[in-house]
């Protein structure tokens, strides 16, 4: 049994629901991956086949069963249909399941499942389009101010004192990266990604995000430097680099924390 603000409920039961509902959730991060770098509305026209435009029948976009009945391809022009849109619902629902598996079937549990999959659709926009839609990182940064504000997920100070410095130090390298180099070094979307973490993760928390996320980019580019790479003129996207420090100090954060203040005061 697995308690939920309705009283305990089985074990399978709520997973089930939870992962079919991962499921949806990913079958929509395929609509938000497509069609926000493309400033496309995410209404209309109906979901379509890429190749033929053909409309997909309600029966024909049932999230990984679907492609798998249909054999990977459109039921119209029989074109090959990526293997990564199935891919995607499936690993939503895998993360929806982790989420409530790790905080619960509650407020904690919805709101880090809606992180993840929005994570994972962020990282797949920026690594293809160098972009970090507000169309996701500002609802999401609500989720973590109402989490806070009504659910406890963090302190209210801390909330909204870490969406001030999240945002913060990201506007300051905009800023100061445009002065510096004459050109941006960073986007409004990274601004807004540091007041969505600020709100999940509180100001501690976001500060170590910033400080992994730089570092695992240093990790990246120095092979790169080293082996000759020419990175002049090439940008590398941050933001899966964002997206894995949050998920990092989202977990291990704290007892980072705790065991580097008990190392400088001892």
Known sequence: MVGTPWGPLPVGLVYGLTGFLGLCLGSFANVLIYRLPREESLVTPPSRCPA???RIKPWENIPVLSYLLLGGRCAGCKVRI????????LASG??????VHRFGFSYAGVAHGLLFIALLSLVLIDLEHWLLPFAITIPMAVIGLIGALFFELRPIPDALIGMLVGGGIFLLMLIGG????KKDAMGGGDVV???????????KLVLLMVFFASLLGTLVALPLLV???DLSGK?????PFLAIALVVCLF??????????????R
Do not use: D, N
Request: charge should be positive; proline fraction near 6%.
């Open 94 to 99: 895998i993360l929806a399941v982790g989420a």
């Open 52 to 54: 033929c435009s053909r």
């Open 82 to 89: 990526s293997i990564r849109y199935p891919l995607i619902e």
């Open 252 to 265: 291990f954060g704290e007892p980072a924390l705790q065991w580097y203040t008990h190392l400088i005061l």
């Open 193 to 203: 990604f540091g007041i969505m973490a600020g709100s999940f993760l509180g100001w």
């Open 178 to 181: 445009k002065w510096l180099f």
């Open 227 to 229: 082996t000759g790479k």
């Open 235 to 239: 940008m590398i996207p941050f933001g």
